[in-house]
C-alpha cells in the first residue's frame, strides 16, 4: 500500500495556503482512490482516507504548516487478527537532524536512571585504558533484542517535496485553483543508489570458478611477453587513466587486433575479471529493509521488525549494500613479501629503537601498548585496525552518496600505512540517504569477531598460521563519528564524547541559535565520560526505546553501536579526535575567517583591512617539493583544502601574520600553533606533551575574550582533549583522514555513469588490491615491464639515481664543470688530505670535476631531495635550503653540487651561501640574510633540508 499527497492552492485571503490531500492507492493497479468503487482491486485496499489521516503527525516548520504523513502497515489478510492502532504503530521519532535547533535537543535528553549504575551485573571500568572492557550482560542481550528507533529520513524527502513545490508555488504566483490531479508526488524512499531486486546479481563482479588454465603463458607462439605481465601492465594503466568498462573494453579489442589471431590475450573485459578473480576478494551482498534500514536475509519475505512488517517482495522494499571479506583481504595481502616482512618487523624494530616515555607512532600510544603488554599484538602475525567512514557525494546533481568504510593496517609502516593497496575494504553503502549503523556495520562486527578469536592464512612461502586482528582505533570527521557511535549530534546536548559537560544553547544576534561549549576554568575537561558510564547510558536509552519513551536520549548516547562489543576496543579513547576536520578544518578555517571576511569586518577581532597585505605575502611564498599544493591568496579561502589550513597553521601563519595581527591575537595564535607542533612531532617526549596541554587550556580560556563564546563550537572544545588522544592514540599524524580523504578521491575518478555505482567502485577496489599481487608474481626484475610499471604507477625509478656516496644518490645526469679560483683555492684548504699540493695540482685545470644539480639522500631512516638553484625547472617552489654541522648546526643554499676526483678517489661538495637568522619578527619578510660569497661544504655533513 502506497499513498499520494496532492498539494491543493487555496486562496485564502492574500495569501496562499497549500493544503494536502490523502490518497491511497495499490503499486500493483497504480489506481488512485477517492472512493472504494474506484478502484479495479477493491477487496485488497486497506481503510479509508480517514484512517490514513488519523495517522497524519501535523508539525509547523517556517513560515507555514506541513503535513507529515506516517505510513500504516498493510491490514493482516485475516480479519479475525487484532490490528493495531494507528498511534500504537508509531515509534519515537528520530531526535536530532543535523541542523536543527538546540531547543529540540534538550527536551529529548534525558539523565541516567540512578538504578543503573547499581546495576550487580556490571564489572568496574575504569577510565584508564589500561583497564579491561568488560560488556555488562544488559549489553549482551540488546545484541539480540535493540532496534534503534524508526527516524524520519522518509518525512524529510517529504519535507523537501513541499518546500520544492511551494517555492514554485510562490514564485508562479497564481490566483487560480489547482485541480486535484496536478502534479501529485509519492511518498517513497529514494532508490537511485540501488539495483533492482531482478538486477541484484548483476553486483557479483566476478565468477564464482575460474578456469584451469595457464596463468602465464606466452600471448603468443615465440612472444618475448607474457600474459601475466600485460595483465599487470593493463591494470595499471587503467587504474591510472581512470578508463571506464567501456573503455576497457574497445582498448582489448584494439589489442586483439593487433597481435595474431591465435594470441592467448584477454578478449574482454568480462575475461579479464576472471582471469583477475584468483588474484581478489569476491564481495558479498547484504540486504536490509528500505524503510527502516533493519538487516534481513536474501530470501526474507517480510520485515522482521514489528512496527515496520514491510512485504520485502514489492520491488523497491529490498535494497543492499556490497562487502568484502576482510579475512580473503588479508590473505591476498599477505600473499605479497614485502607486506609480510613489513607486519612481523616493523613494530618491534619501532618498539626497540623508542624510548619508553617518547610517543612517536601509534605503537607507542597507551591503548597499543596495553594490547602489546598483555601478548595480543607481540604475536608477530596478528594485527590491529584504524576504521574510516565517511559520506562522500557521488554525483553534483542528486544527492546520491556512498559511505566506503575502510580499515588501515597499523602494523605497517607510516609511508606503507598510507598507499592505497594496503587498505582493507569493509563495504560500500549508496544511497540518497545515510546508512543505519546498526544494520550496516553488523557484518563488520562478526567479521571482527571472528578475526579476534583468529583466523588460518597462508603466506607468499605457502606456511599456515593464524592470524588475529582486532579493531585499536576509529577515525572519522564528526558527523560520522555521532552515527557510528549512536550518539548525539555534535551541535547538541552532551555531544561531547570525551566529557559529560552539556553545553549552552547561544541565541545570536540575528535570532538564531546555536549549541556552544563555554571554557569552565573550575573543571575545563570534566566531568570526564568513561566506559561504564557509556554502556550504562546505553543500556538505558536502549530500554527507554523498549519501553516507547520519546525521551530516550541519555546524555548523549541514543542507543549501543556494535563497537562496544568488540574484546579490545576502548570504546572511549577508539574514538580519535580527527585533526583534519576538527583542527585544519575546523579551528584554522575559523579563526581565518574571523580575521578576513568581510563580514565580520566590523567586530573587534577583524582585521580586514589586512586582507591585501596578507594575500600578498602568500603568494610569496615558495614551498618545498613535499607540499604539493601552492600557497593560494585570502579571496580563494573558501575553496582552501585541509592541507592547505594545514601547511596555513604549521608552516607559514606566524610569519604572514607577524605585523598583521595585534600582539594578543598573535600570541593567542602562537599558544595553538605550539601545541600542534608539539603534537605532530616525529618524536614527543612527555614535556612536550605538558607544553601542549597548557597551550591548549590557555588557548580556549582566552578565547572567549579574545573573540566570543558565540564560536566556542565542538571544534575548539575538543581542542582541551587533544592531548589526552595523543596520549591514548599516538600522534597526530598516526591518526587522522587525509589518507582516507585521497582514497575517497581516487574511487570517485572511476565512476563513470550513474548506473551500478556500487558495483563501479567494488571492480576499482579489486583491481587496486590486485595489483601488488600481479606484481609479485609476474614482474621480472630490470625488465621493460619493469620499467612500464614504474613510470606508469609513478615509482620513482631508482635506475635514474647513481650512487655517489653511502646514502647519497645523485639524480639527472652529470655535467663536466670548470672550478673558480676560489672555489679551488677553498677545496684545496678543507681537502688536504684527498687533494694533496703538488706540481701536479697548481690550478683548476688539474682538478677532474663534474656537476649536477639534484641529490637524493636517504638516511636514519628519513628520505629527501634537494635541488639547487642551478635546477632551472625548480619555479614556484624551494627545495635549496639545507641544515649541515660545521662547528654546530648552520644553513644554507645550495647552487650547485660537484664532484671532483683526486688521489684518494671521488669527494662530493655542495656550493652553498650561508645563511643567517634575523630575530627582528617586526620584519618577516627578512628574517633570514644570504650571504652571496660561496663556500664549500662536504655533501657528508647535510643533515636535513
Known amino acids: ?159 523537501d517535496l513541499l518546500d520544492e513545490l511551494m517555492t514554485k508555488l510562490k514564485e508562479e504566483n497564481s490566483d487560480e485553483l489547482i485541480d486535484d490531479d496536478y502534479s501529485p508526488f509519492e511518498i517513497m524512499t529514494d532508490h537511485l543508489g540501488t539495483l533492482n531486486i531482478q538486477e541484484e546479481d548483476t553486483c557479483e563482479v566476478l565468477p564464482t570458478q575460474p578456469e584451469n588454465q595457464d596463468e602465464d603463458p606466452p600471448l603468443y607462439d ?12 593493463l591494470s595499471c594503466f587503467i587504474i591510472r587513466f581512470h578508463l571506464p568498462d567501456e573503455g576497457v573494453g574497445y582498448l582489448l579489442s584494439l589489442i586483439s587486433l593487433l597481435l595474431p589471431s591465435n594470441h592467448k590475450m584477454i578478449r574482454s573485459l568480462y575475461h579479464l575479471r576472471r582471469y583477475l578473480r584468483k588474484f581478489t576478494t569476491t564481495p558479498n551482498t547484504q540486504y536490509y529493509c528500505s524503510f527502516c534500514y533493519s538487516h534481513v536475509a536474501k530470501d526474507a519475505k517480510v520485515c522482521p521488525l514489528a ?66 603488554q598483555q601478548g595480543f599484538l607481540s604475536e608477530k602475525n596478528n594485527l590491529s585496525f584504524q576504521m574510516n567512514t565517511d559520506g562522500v557525494p557521488v554525483f553534483k546533481s542528486s544527492k546520491i552518496s556512498m559511505w566506503p568504510v575502510y580499515l588501515q593496517i597499523n ?108 571554557f569552565f576554568s573550575e573543571d575545563p575537561r570534566g566531568p570526564p565520560r568513561t566506559v561504564r558510564s557509556i554502556h550504562e547510558d546505553a543500556l538505558t536509552a536502549a530500554q ?37 576536520h576538527g583542527l585544519c578544518g575546523g579551528v584554522m578555517k575559523t579563526l581565518l575567517t574571523l580575521w578576513f571576511n568581510k563580514d565580520h569586518r566590523h567586530q573587534h577581532y577583524s582585521h580586514y583591512v589586512h586582507r591585501t597585505c596578507v594575500s600578498d605575502r602568500l603568494t610569496k611564498i615558495k614551498p618545498v617539493v613535499s607540499i604539493t599544493r601552492l600557497p593560494r591568496t585570502l579571496d580563494d579561502l573558501v575553496h582552501w583544502k585541509a592541507s592547505e589550513y594545514k601547511n596555513f597553521l604549521l608552516y607559514w601563519g606566524i610569519p604572514v601574520l607577524t605585523g598583521v595581527l595585534s600582539p594578543d591575537y598573535l600570541i593567542h595564535f602562537c599558544l595553538l600553533v605550539k601545541a600542534v607542533h608539539c603534537l605532530c612531532k616525529d618524536s614527543i617526549a612527555p614535556l612536550d606533551l605538558e607544553v601542549a596541554d597548557q597551550c591548549l587550556e590557555q588557548f580556549a580560556e582566552m578565547f572567549k575574550d579574545l573573540y566570543s563564546n558565540r564560536f566556542m563550537t565542538m571544534n575548539f572544545h575538543q581542542l582541551l582533549h587533544l592531548t589526552d588522544c595523543v596520549r591514548e592514540t599516538g600522534p597526530l599524524f598516526s591518526n587522522n583522514c587525509f589518507a582516507f580523504e585521497d582514497l575517497n578521491g581516487q574511487i570517485l575518478k572511476h565512476i563513470h555513469g550513474t548506473t551500478n555505482v556500487d558495483s563501479q567502485i567494488i571492480n576499482t577496489i579489486s583491481l587496486i588490491q590486485a595489483i601488488p599481487v600481479l606484481k609479485h608474481k609476474f614482474l621480472v626484475e630490470d625488465s621493460e615491464e619493469q620499467f612500464y610499471y614504474e613510470n606508469t604507477m609513478a615509482v620513482p625509478n631508482q635506475r635514474k639515481q647513481m650512487p655517489i656516496e653511502p646514502g647519497i644518490f645523485a639524480l639527472g645526469s652529470l655535467s663536466p664543470y670548470h672550478l673558480s679560483p676560489e672555489e679551488f683555492s677553498y677545496l684545496m684548504d678543507i681537502s688536504m688530505l684527498k687533494f694533496p699540493r703538488s706540481a701536479t695540482t697548481t690550478s683548476t685545470d688539474d682538478i677532474n670535476a663534474v656537476s649536477f644539480s639534484r641529490v637524493h639522500i636517504l638516511r636514519n631512516g628519513f628520505s629527501y631531495y634537494i635541488y639547487s638553484t642551478s635546477y632551472s625547472r625548480m619555479v614556484r617552489k624551494d627545495q635549496s635550503v639545507i641544515k649541515y654541522v660545521e662547528n654546530g648546526m648552520r644553513y644554507g643554499r645550495v647552487i650547485r653540487f660537484i664532484q671532483c676526483v683526486g688521489q684518494g678517489g671521488p669527494v662530493n661538495f655542495a656550493v652553498i651561501h650561508q645563511l643567517t637568522g634575523n630575530l627582528d619578527f617586526r620584519d618577516p619578510v627578512h628574517m633570514v640574510e644570504e650571504n652571496n660569497k660561496a663556500c664549500l661544504i662536504q655533501l657528508s655533513s647535510v643533515v636535513a633540508t
Open 222 to 233: 615465440g612472444s618475448p611477453r607474457f600474459l601475466g605481465s600485460m595483465i599487470l601492465l
Open 307 to 372: 512496527y515496520c512488517s514491510r512485504d520485502l517482495t514489492i520491488p523497491g522494499n529490498l535494497a543492499y549494500f556490497i562487502q568484502l571479506p576482510l579475512a580473503q583481504q588479508l590473505q591476498t595481502m599477505f600473499r605479497r613479501p614485502e607486506f609480510c616482512t613489513a607486519v612481523r618487523t616493523h613494530r618491534f624494530k619501532h618498539i626497540e629503537q623508542v624510548t619508553p616515555d617518547t610517543i612517536a607512532d601509534v605503537y607507542d600510544g597507551k591503548m597499543y601498548r596495553k594490547l602489546f
Open 411 to 518: 602494523e605497517l609502516p607510516i609511508s606503507q600505512r598510507k598507499l592505497k593497496e594496503n587498505f582493507l575494504f569493509y563495504g560500500i553503502w549508496v544511497s540518497a540517504k545515510k546508512p543505519l549503523m546498526w544494520s550496516y556495520l553488523k557484518p563488520l562486527f562478526h567479521e571482527l569477531k571472528e578475526l579476534e578469536e583468529g583466523v588460518v592464512l597462508e603466506d607468499f612461502s605457502g606456511e599456515k598460521f593464524t592470524c588475529q586482528a582486532t579493531l585499536l582505533t576509529v577515525t572519522c570527521d564528526l558527523p560520522a563519528r555521532c552515527i557510528v557511535s549512536n550518539s548525539m549530534q555534535f551541535n547538541g546536548k552532551y555531544s561531547c564524547w570525551f566529557c559529560l559537560q552539556p553545553g549552552e544553547t547561544y541565541t545570536m544576534e540575528s535570532g538564531g541559535h546555536c549549541h556552544i561549549f563555554p
Open 544 to 580: 527507554s526505546i523498549k519501553n516507547g519513551e520519546k525521551n530516550y536520549i541519555t546524555r548523549g548516547i541514543k542507543g549501543p553501536s556494535w563497537l562496544m562489543f568488540l574484546t579490545h576496543f576502548n570504546i572511549r579513547y577508539g574514538f580519535v579526535i580527527d585533526y583534519m
Open 1 to 159: 500500500m502506497e499513498y499520494l499527497i496532492i498539494l491543493q492552492n487555496l486562496k485564502r485571503g492574500k495569501q496562499n495556503s497549500c493544503i494536502p490531500q490523502f490518497y491511497c492507492y495499490i503499486p500493483s493497479c497504480s489506481a488512485r482512490k477517492t472512493k472504494m468503487a474506484n478502484c479495479p482491486q477493491e477487496q485488497k485496499c486497506p481503510a479509508d482516507k480517514d484512517q490514513v489521516q488519523a495517522t497524519a503527525n501535523r508539525q509547523k516548520r517556517g513560515p507555514y504548516r506541513k503535513w507529515i504523513a506516517t505510513d500504516v502497515p498493510s491490514v493482516q489478510e485475516n480479519p479475525t487478527e487484532e490490528v493495531q492502532s494507528a498511534e500504537e504503530l508509531l515509534l519515537p521519532r528520530k531526535v536530532q537532524r543535523l541542523g536543527s535547533s538546540d531547543s529540540s535537543i534538550d527536551e529529548h535528553t534525558s539523565e541516567p536512571d540512578s538504578s543503573t549504575s547499581s546495576d550487580p551485573g556490571y564489572i568496574p571500568i575504569l577510565l584508564e585504558a589500561s583497564e579491561e572492557v568488560t560488556v555488562s550482560p544488559q549489553l549482551e542481550e540488546l545484541l539480540t533484542t535493540y532496534s534503534p528507533p524508526q527516524n524520519d529520513d522518509d518525512n524529510q524527502t517529504l519535507d
